[in-house]
């Protein structure tokens, strides 16, 4: 989605600004080796939130209200009053159990992984902390999409070894690091979309042999993808996955990496509760209504039936726009806000579907961003949800967006996903309980980030560290404007878009040249107010994901754990992540230092 603002840059090369990323091994009993930032984006006031919690709890009685209050958008935004939002009744943890947590090292120690998906940017950073505190784990087989081994080993080396999140190892094992990777990764031929997997015959032997832990961490995260495309990658891959589990001798846990966002258009508090087979939110929403209506059934064989046969008939030029009206149409039908969401909702309820004696782990992100502390403060792939808006407005392309001021945007560091990920393969892995568990690594309940402080954030950091356009001269920008709805935003836009282009100026003058700047003004209106659209379910969500699950995984665990494993959302800073650590990662990482002030302004 970045693309739609992103490909108009233009920006002077300069000196990118501090991010501290000094490297600081430390051995202990473990090895574990860290490479952490000096920034500090985490609230520390002494005392951790399990335990502020538990002080909360005290003095209040264990039931939580959730007040829903209808948006100007109409769209029922939830505000959330919250008593006690993670009722459970006492703590039967030992102390002898808290001083030795879970136990995430230990066992991990000589694991065995299989992983999807492993050259994205979420995939990369669990490698990275995997490899940094468990230097002997077992082999991590990494599944990596290319037409031969030696185009695999290839993309290894450039995409994961080569990357610049591996730095602290590369700065720990020097001359040996190439060495220490290769004897630790092996790079698979395949993908996920073919029913085999089209793993090589002997090598799927090792797999099935030899694997304790599989990781699907695969995903198409296109909000409007072609359904045929996202429906392969993430419901029919997540079968594939799952039967290629059912081989695996000694497996110890199945982890789907998913999202806090397949809970589609769910309104209020909603709870970390797996799917079943043909689950559909529409229907949850209806049943609630006085006046009765069509319920639609969801089937999810039907609908790969679909995908697949929509095409046929359909001319070359014609069936990619086909096909993403069809995702967003069927998405939509049944309760979801996209065809992302939806084909991973069904990729989950497929798992639980087939898991049989299985143990299954679901990790449910909302907003993955860029790392708050692991390896370092910062770090960033590829544009991110927010992150062209983010960058627009910074470049003085964008000065407004479609959003309710007083919603939330969910969003939690890479880092956190990984720790919490790490944990709840530890927990579970270890009992290996033919159960399914499902995990919101969120913030809008505990933490909530609301859009009008996010807004000022944004200008706060610009303001004093602006980009430079062309010529060197530091763009100034307004305070972000947000809008409630379509019309007042396009309207907006358009006075922004002829404000920019000098327009009003140049038409009395040049008929052609004014028909060229509305034509480029048309232009530019069009792309934001698709990427609002796209946008529109989630700045303008009525729920908030409930994280007592997590909680409570974060709660057995030992204040070793804590400290090496933290994901507690609650300590966030959103102050300083958002204007020391995030914008600033994302100027050096994405935007590679291009048009930066060598200093702040003051």
């Not at 994205?120 to 037409?147: C, H, M, N, Q, S």
Request: net charge neutral; hydrophobic share 40%; with cysteine.
């Amino acid at each position: 989605m970045g693309a739609l603002f992103l490909n108009s840059f233009s920006s002077a090369p300069i000196k990118v600004a501090v991010l501290s990323n000094k490297c600081n091994p430390r051995r202990k009993k473990n090895i574990f080796l860290h490479c952490h930032g000096s920034g500090n984006a985490m609230k520390t006031n002494g005392v951790s939130s399990v335990l502020r919690a538990r002080l909360k709890m005290v003095n209040s009685d264990r039931s939580a209200a959730v007040i829903v209050s209808p948006n100007p958008n109409g769209n029922g935004q939830a505000d959330i009053a919250v008593k006690d939002l993670v009722p459970y009744g006492g703590s039967t943890t030992s102390l002898v159990e808290l001083q030795e947590g879970i136990g995430i090292v230990k066992f991990l120690k000589g694991k065995q992984f299989f992983i999807t998906g492993s050259t994205g940017f979420l995939a990369k950073v669990l490698i990275e902390k995997i490899l940094r505190t468990v230097p002997d784990v077992g082999k991590i087989f990494l599944l990596i999409k290319a037409k031969n081994k030696e185009v695999a080993m290839e993309r290894l080396k450039n995409e994961i070894i080569n990357a610049e999140l591996f730095k602290c190892l590369q700065q720990t094992y020097g001359n040996s690091y190439q060495d220490f990777m290769l004897s630790k990764l092996v790079p698979v031929v395949g993908n996920v979309c073919e029913s085999d997997l089209g793993l090589d015959g002997d090598l799927a032997d090792v797999i099935a042999k030899e694997v304790d832990i599989i990781v699907n961490s695969a995903a198409n995260t296109t909000f409007d993808e072609r359904y045929d495309v996202a429906i392969d990658i993430n419901t029919r891959g997540a079968c594939h996955l799952m039967s290629l589990a059912k081989k695996c001798k000694k497996l110890k846990l199945f982890l789907q990496v998913s999202t806090a966002y397949v809970n589609g258009q769910r309104k209020g508090r909603i709870m970390e509760k797996p799917f079943d087979i043909g689950d559909c939110i529409a229907r949850e929403n209806l049943i609630s209504e006085t006046t009765p209506r069509s319920i639609p059934e969801l089937d999810i064989e039907d609908e790969l039936v679909l995908a697949q046969n929509s095409k046929e008939g359909c001319h070359e030029s014609k069936v990619a726009q086909k096909m993403k009206e069809l995702g967003l149409e069927r998405a939509r039908r049944y309760g979801w806000q996209d065809t992302y969401v939806f084909t991973k909702a069904m990729g989950e309820m497929m798992i639980n579907n087939m898991r049989g004696e299985i143990p299954v782990v679901i990790i449910r992100p909302s907003v993955i961003e860029s790392t708050c502390k692991e390896p370092f403060p910062g770090w960033m792939e590829g544009n991110r949800m927010m992150d062209p808006v983010v960058l627009c407005y910074g470049k003085g392309q964008l000065t407004g967006f479609l959003v309710d001021p007083n919603g939330v945007l969910d969003v939690v560091p890479a880092d956190m996903v990984v720790n919490a990920t790490l944990a709840a393969i530890a927990r579970h892995g270890m009992t290996t309980k033919p159960d399914i568990n499902i995990y919101h690594i969120a913030s809008s309940v505990v933490n909530p980030l609301v859009f009008q402080d996010l807004a000022r954030m944004l200008h706060e950091h610009y303001n004093s560290s602006p980009f430079l356009d062309s010529k060197g001269i530091p763009i100034h920008v307004p305070s972000m404007k947000l809008f409630n709805s379509m019309e007042d935003f396009s309207a907006h836009l358009w006075r922004d878009a002829i404000q920019r282009t000098g327009l009003t100026a140049v038409a009395s003058w040049s008929g052609k040249l004014s028909q060229k700047l509305e034509s480029i003004c048309r232009k530019s209106v069009e792309q934001a107010e698709y990427l609002a659209n796209i946008y529109e379910p989630y700045t303008f969500y009525g729920g908030r994901f409930d994280n007592g699950n997590t909680e409570r995984l974060m709660e057995i665990m030992s204040e070793e754990e804590k400290k090496n494993f933290g994901f507690d959302v609650e300590s966030i800073d959103w102050k300083d992540y958002i204007k020391n650590v995030h914008i600033p990662g994302l100027r050096r990482h994405v935007m590679k230092g291009r048009g930066m002030c060598s200093s702040p302004i003051s």
